[in-house]
């Protein structure tokens, strides 16, 4: 069978809702019974649609990874996490689930060029991190509906502890990039899906407020100039207001609760506008972004001024990083995106290229050096 | 390297943002000292400055009250989180002694942001009371829920004041607060540090061991 870009997408896609309806079933409805082989379907899945480019062009290495889930649901058909007696229904969906994407991608090929440009080592492995730690979550969120106890507390604790104090000033906003499982969900199923969205676009003063706020302008700080965009510290109200009135804290649900609004509220919007805009969870994470170990540099005198790398072609978070003049963007979520995008060597890197210190050495004493004009010919290099 | 412009940066929303940028953190900061009741109040005044957790009580008895049990949950919240707003706008008049280069106003907000991990702090220090009351009700010995009701707040208060301590200094060099103003800027920080400590701050075993037989009776323990 011959096969695209769109219906590799769509095949794995359809695997996914698959997945995430008998999950919700399994959960959720009286039946609670998981298959774990069911777990490994949302790695595979999230795993394939995140590799769409490269794996679109190669679908038998995306039928491969489908072994996984096939291989765990076999192995696992006797221990499934259950309350009660099994169910030969769910064993069987969770099994077609991963076989059916098994057997068309093996038996597919594909006219697809791969992309010009191998994937980046850093994004290979925040896929592999990000996929892992959806299937964590959702494991141990299983665990803690379908038994009734509350490990998810340990879980929460843990993303709590580490996401709010520690992440922030070592990897900036990492989590959002790396760990989130709503970004994750957003990053491999929503973005491919091609509904109209509800709130299509943000009204003006909304919008330019969370793209502006200085916690975006690199370098430089007005000291009127607001900290954060005001939507998302004004998200944290519901939070407050539902955890004191309705006397939440500890309660097992509630932060799950959150984790599922963030899935249902991110429908509304476009592509990571949720996590831009609104996520109670990712406000204050960018404070300390300037000074995350982990760097990007946008090295200005090497770029040929292609805008690839421009907002909403390859940033989650609209980030334009030609405005940031080598400096690392406070909203950053250090996916890399931009810089796989980049089709050209050495413009976007981990750390600043000789020309680049030499020419903020030289602004820095107050003598400008000659503006860098773009070459003309944009012709990306093969590497 | 961060530095002060000298024009306005205004954007459509910036008014709001500003306001909230000392409401939140300010609400976050001081909610935790006004959530006691009558069972864990005494756990509370041992675990954070008495003062604070007698002015929040004050409020909630006098000024905020309401039959109705969840509004008064709301509104106990509240009247911690005013005795919060006051912290910080006292602490913002030190931060301002250094922050000369501007506004008094946004002294506060840079002390209001970097708050953020005591605020956490303080929120997690009034879960564990809730854990250490569920204790009470186990078989443990009193030996046991001291040595637990002692160590678990402690190694909290002192992850979460590096945290505060780093905040302070990555923080400030993102706002624009440069050269030795930084040094002055933590030298504060620890100062407050030092005055929430000395007000009470933490569980020490002499407390505890004085709490708990009290909180065990009232659980009908021996």
Known sequence: MMIVKDSFVRINKWALFSAIFLYLIGLFTPVKYLQPGLLFVFFAGFFNLLHKDYFAAKPKIGAHLWLLPILVTLLTSQSPLTMGEGSPLMFVLSFLTCLIPFLILISSISEEKPPRKPRLKAVSIRTVVQCSVFVIWASVTSYCFIKGTRPDMLFWAMFHVTTVALFPVFFGRVLCGWLCPNATLQDALYKNMTFKRPIENLPKAIDAQSSTACMNISGKADARAPLFPATLLLSWFPMFFAETVWDLTGVAWYPIAFMYGLFLLSLLFKWRKMCTHFCWLSSYRGINCHNSMWHIRYNRSKCKQCKVCQAEKACPFYIDIRNQDNEMPATCCLCFSCMEACPFEGVITYKRAPEEKARLKAESKGQPMAEHKPESACEPQAS | ?222
């Open chain 2, 1 to 222: 390297m961060a530095e002060i412009l000298e024009e306005k940066y205004i954007t459509p929303l910036a008014k709001w943002a500003r306001l909230l940028e000392i409401f939140i953190p300010g609400y976050m900061f001081g909610k935790a000292w006004g959530i006691a009741n009558e069972t864990t109040v005494d756990l509370y005044r041992a675990i954070f400055p008495p003062f604070l957790i007698n002015m929040a009580e004050y409020m909630k008895h006098n000024l905020l009250v309401t039959d109705n049990a969840a509004l008064q949950r709301l509104l106990a919240t509240c009247s911690g989180a005013l005795v919060g707003f006051a912290v910080i706008f006292a602490l913002g008049v030190f931060m301002h002694l250094v922050l000369r280069d501007r506004k008094y106003i946004d002294s506060v907000r840079f002390t209001a942001i970097t708050l953020i991990p005591l605020a956490v702090m303080n929120g997690t220090l009034s879960h564990l009371t809730n854990t250490i009351l569920e204790s009470l009700g186990g078989g443990e010995t009193i030996e046991a829920l001291t040595k637990s009701a002692v160590d678990g707040p402690s190694g909290q208060i002192k992850m979460f004041c590096i945290f505060y301590m780093l905040a302070i200094w990555f923080f400030g060099k993102r706002a624009g607060v440069l050269g030795r103003k930084r040094y002055y800027v933590l030298l504060v920080g620890i100062g407050f540090l030092a005055v929430y400590f000395a007000c009470g701050l933490g569980i020490t075993p002499i407390e505890a061991a004085d709490v708990l037989p009290k909180m065990m009776a009232a659980h009908g323990k021996p």
